[in-house]
């Protein structure tokens, strides 16, 4: 099992930008896959960024070179760096992890963008 917290979320004008934090309760080395889902209300929830235990990420095209995912080995964590955002990037985002085909999620940080 893993416990996952995410923090940092909040309101920003467009064009701004923010960084989600996600702690885990064990080593990410053990985790086979971390990433980052958000969901907007009246939509279905969608994956924005993921990184493998290779290193190996992989993002929506949506945000591709506006977002970036990375990890910080030592506090378990992984980060999304999320710049230039725009109001269709307003949504409940939520950490999620994969370990050995089990899937666990974050309790979710609300990111709201205004025009």
């Known amino acids: 099992q893993v416990q996952l917290v995410e923090s940092g979320g909040g309101s920003v004008q467009a064009g701004g930008s923010l960084r989600l934090s996600c702690a885990a309760s064990r080593s990410i080395f053990t985790i086979t896959g971390m990433g980052w889902y958000r969901q907007a209300p009246g939509k279905q929830r969608e994956s924005v960024a993921v990184i493998t235990s290779g290193s190996r990420t992989v993002y929506a095209d949506s945000v591709k070179g506006r977002f970036t995912i990375s990890t910080d080995n030592a506090k378990n964590t992984v980060y999304l760096q999320m710049n230039s955002l725009k109001p269709e990037d307003t949504a409940v985002y939520y950490c999620?992890?994969?370990?050995?085909?089990?899937?666990?999620w974050g309790q979710g940080t609300q990111v709201t963008v205004s025009s």
């Open positions: 999620h992890a994969n370990v050995l085909g089990s899937n666990y």
